[in-house]
């Protein structure tokens, strides 16, 4: 593990090194008070609850979330430096999992510091605060599967505008998977046990039943497995970009 919190140190600097991180934490946190307080209608409804804040976050992360993934490869191999990473004496495995913590303790990050929205909620009423508190957990975990998605596609290409396409593309896909719209494309020619697998690929799906205040383990299985899934996939890229 030594190696692998050498990388995430690395990569966090790099972050707060740049003006990227900061614009990228301005934006998350005007975006999600802009979608709570005005389009989600918080006053309006009249509950002490942060379904507001929550109901938006899936389609905030779809272009945040690639935009934090899509430079962890693209940008090393824009650069040539994954060939000298590569070289260290570490791994493919720890480099992998060293880029996905530090951005994903990023994104964490971002996501903690709109603590001021939920004391203004508490303020305001008596929220179930284990609901909350259940929903920002699933949050973390919708954003960790889609960064493990957006890392294994920036692996593919040194270009970080098509590894921010391809991941919005992906991640569109798992979104939409669990929409009523969409399985009923599939279900007139699909049987049922494909069509809950389609519908159980989905992020909302799981991240809806974590919001709702039930952290069930079949939830979190999913989110690991997505998650060890693309790492997994991300390492096979980029071994086989060593071996050319």
Same mark, same amino acid.
């Not at 009249?46 to 976050?57: K, S």
């Not at 951005?103 to 609901?131: E, M, R, Y």
């Not at 396409?165 to 939409?176: A, D, E, H, M, R």
């Not at 939830?219 to 890229?237: H, Q, S």
């Given at each position: 593990?030594? +190696?692998?919190?050498?990388?995430?140190?690395r990569e966090?600097?790099?972050?707060?090194?740049? !003006?990227?991180?900061?614009? &990228?934490?301005?934006?998350?946190?005007?975006?999600s008070? *802009?979608?709570?307080?005005?389009? %989600? #209608?918080?006053y309006?409804?009249?509950?002490?609850?942060? /379904?507001?804040?929550?109901?938006?976050? !899936?389609w905030?992360?779809?272009?945040?979330? !690639?935009?934090?993934?899509?430079?962890?490869?693209a /940008?090393?191999r824009?650069? %040539?430096?994954v /060939?000298?990473?590569?070289?260290?004496?570490?791994?493919?495995?720890? *480099?992998?999992? #060293?880029?996905?913590?530090?951005?994903?303790? &990023?994104?964490?990050?971002?996501?903690a510091?709109?603590?001021?929205?939920?004391?203004t909620?508490n303020?305001?009423?008596?929220?179930? +605060?284990?609901?909350?508190? *259940?929903?920002?957990?699933?949050?973390?975990l919708?954003? %960790?599967?889609?960064?493990?998605?957006?890392?294994?596609?920036s692996? $593919?290409t040194? +270009?970080?505008?098509?590894? &921010?396409?391809?991941? $919005?593309?992906?991640?569109?896909? &798992?979104l939409?998977? #669990?929409? !009523?719209? $969409?399985l009923?494309?599939?279900?007139?020619?699909?049987?049922?046990v494909?069509?809950?697998?389609?519908?159980?690929?989905?992020?909302?799906?799981?991240?809806?039943?974590?919001?709702?205040?039930?952290?069930?383990?079949?939830?979190?299985?999913?989110?690991?497995?997505?998650?060890?899934?693309?790492?997994?996939? +991300?390492?096979?890229?980029? /071994?086989?970009?060593?071996?050319?």
């Amino acid at each position: 593990m030594k +190696n692998v919190r050498t990388i995430m140190r690395r990569e966090l600097v790099g972050y707060f090194a740049t !003006p990227v991180a900061y614009v &990228f934490i301005v934006i998350f946190l005007v975006m999600s008070s *802009a979608f709570t307080f005005y389009l %989600g #209608g918080f006053y309006e409804r009249e509950i002490a609850d942060l /379904e507001p804040f929550f109901r938006f976050h !899936p389609w905030l992360y779809l272009f945040l979330v !690639p935009a934090v993934g899509m430079r962890l490869w693209a /940008e090393e191999r824009k650069y %040539g430096t994954v /060939e000298l990473l590569l070289t260290l004496p570490l791994t493919i495995g720890e *480099a992998v999992l #060293g880029k996905f913590l530090a951005a994903w303790l &990023f994104v964490g990050l971002s996501l903690a510091l709109t603590f001021p929205i939920w004391i203004t909620v508490n303020i305001l009423g008596n929220p179930d +605060n284990g609901v909350i508190v *259940a929903a920002y957990v699933g949050s973390w975990l919708m954003a %960790g599967g889609m960064l493990a998605i957006s890392e294994a596609l920036s692996a $593919v290409t040194r +270009n970080q505008v098509v590894a &921010f396409i391809l991941s $919005v593309v992906v991640c569109f896909g &798992f979104l939409l998977s #669990g929409l !009523p719209m $969409v399985l009923d494309l599939f279900r007139a020619w699909m049987p049922q046990v494909l069509l809950d697998g389609v519908a159980n690929l989905s992020f909302l799906v799981h991240f809806n039943s974590i919001s709702r205040g039930v952290i069930d383990l079949r939830d979190l299985v999913y989110f690991a497995l997505v998650i060890g899934f693309w790492l997994l996939a +991300n390492r096979i890229v980029l /071994e086989l970009k060593k071996a050319d």
